[in-house]
């Protein structure tokens, strides 16, 4: 059965106390509103629409890859009137799914059991039972338990109140019944609006089935309004993929106090100490340790590698078995082979780094392709950039750099060859040579020292 699918993305948000659109605000590192449309995306034969209001280009731009029929809501008034905004682009079989695009956290799984009990005479209703449903529309049913009618809180009399399954607002409708239901819809309600809620009283009265499905927790209905209530779907979310990531076999030293702001795909007995943040896509394979505080963002790491505290790590590969940190940072582009060490305070920046090698600390290198077993001594640095352009230091196999060098791109260092410590090397350096550039020592007698005036 064809679908289409609308999110309805046009409030104001006010609350939000924010000069960006309540639905862009970001969940896991990705708005809201994207949230719902890649989700939305899941369900096959679909056809989605986005109802955009306040800031609605900033929504437009945002979302503009999920090749949306973008519709305007100016003026709004209700969630019946967004539709009614979106009826002349529905098709004219098939049902429409109204969904939220500060929901996010509605997941594929229970849309598909939605959609699974779809038929041209039937409206699937998504519900829940809540101890508190203050705020929420309540789900009226008669002696039979068939649902006839959803009554907003401001508009429910006492025993109505007293009702605890409520509207998520979420629901699937035929079509051929919802283009005939959303041109009756009136506004004389308490809020004067043109409530959604009201066609399910018409689905009654028309002999429409109406059967609920309800959602794996509350947290996967739940809106945001605030940045409060924001906050806690990001713990809710934290709190699912922590669960996600232990049950597949990684171990989380406190599983209250990691991030994932993308996806994160861990390979069997990997550590993860606290306060570490994942962003866009990061793989680690087996048996990697990550030590507390650290920061990974887009990158690969090899089995059994090992990355100590307060490091990170941005757009790169590293091999099997490396040492990394702590306090190293690895920029875009560097790639580390199997075995390869990266000690404190060393910054890499499009650098390869080849087998064994070691750059133990203080240092940055930028730039470089280098070869296997290469030694790097503290505080060495590669000069790659002139002011203009960008150029390239390579290094090859078995090379050993002393302290304190630096080596002024573009330049060749040749196989088996030694760096004085303190040198400014500036041309090639051949295979097992020697090399060293600097001052030669002057020691000066009763040098007077000088003295503040």
């Known amino acids: 059965m064809t679908q289409d699918i609308v999110i309805l993305a046009a409030g104001k948000g006010s609350r939000m106390k924010s000069a960006f659109s309540k639905v862009l605000h970001k969940v896991g590192g990705t708005a ?19 109802v955009v209001g306040h800031q609605g280009e900033q929504v437009e731009a945002n979302c503009q890859d999920f090749s949306a029929n973008i519709v305007w809501q100016d003026n709004p008034q209700g969630t019946g009137d967004a539709l009614r905004r979106v009826a002349p682009y529905l098709q004219a079989d098939g049902a429409t799914l109204t969904l939220y695009g500060d929901v996010p956290l509605i997941r594929s799984s229970t849309l598909a059991k939605m959609t699974a009990l779809s038929t041209p005479n039937t409206l699937v209703l998504l519900t829940i039972a809540l101890d508190n449903p203050t705020g929420y529309g309540r ?8 649902v006839i009618a ?5 508009d429910a009399s006492a025993s109505q109140l007293a009702i605890k399954e409520v509207n998520t607002g979420i629901l699937l ?9 959303l041109a009756s819809l009136t506004n004389y309600n308490a ?9 399910i009283a018409m689905a009654a009265r028309d002999g429409v089935d109406i059967v609920t499905v309800n959602p794996e927790n509350e947290a996967e209905v739940a809106g945001v309004n605030d940045r409060v209530q924001l906050a806690a779907l990001e713990r809710e979310l934290q709190k699912q993929q922590a669960i996600y990531l232990m049950q597949n076999g990684a171990t989380l030293l406190d599983p209250s106090r990691i991030d994932v702001r993308g996806e994160l795909i861990t390979g069997q007995d990997v550590i993860i100490d606290v306060n570490c943040v994942f962003e866009g896509k990061v793989v680690l394979g087996n048996g990697v340790e990550i030590g507390p505080n650290c920061h990974l963002k887009d990158c690969q790491i090899g089995d059994n590698t090992v990355i100590k505290s307060n490091t990170l790590i941005d757009d790169s590969q590293v091999g099997e078995s ?3 940190g702590p306090f190293a940072r690895l920029r875009p582009g560097t790639e580390l082979s199997n ?5 404190n305070f060393v910054e890499t920046k499009k650098a390869r780094i080849g087998e064994g090698s070691k750059v133990n600390h203080l240092s940055y290198i930028g730039d470089t392709d280098m070869g296997a077993n290469v030694n790097v001594g503290a505080g060495t640095i590669t000069c790659n950039y002139d002011g203009v352009n960008k150029h390239l230091t390579q290094v090859a196999d078995n090379v050993f750099i002393g302290s304190n060098t630096s080596l002024v791109a573009p330049v060749h260092i040749a196989e088996g060859a030694t760096i004085a410590a303190g040198s400014t090397i500036t041309k090639q350096v051949g295979e097992k040579q020697l090399a060293f550039a600097r001052a030669r020592q002057t020691n000066k007698d009763n040098w007077p020292r000088p003295v503040k005036k």
């Open 191 to 199: 809020q004067g609006e043109y409530y959604l809620t009201d066609v």
């Open 150 to 154: 959803i009554v907003e809180q401001k």
């Open 139 to 146: 789900i009226v049913r008669d002696d039979q338990g068939k």
């Open 322 to 324: 490396c040492d990394i």
């Open 339 to 343: 075995h390869a060490k990266i000690g």
């Open 173 to 181: 409708a035929p079509n051929k019944h919802l283009q005939t239901w």
């Open 32 to 50: 809201m509103v994207r949230r719902v449309l890649t989700t939305a995306s899941t369900l096959p034969e679909s056809k989605l629409h986005l």
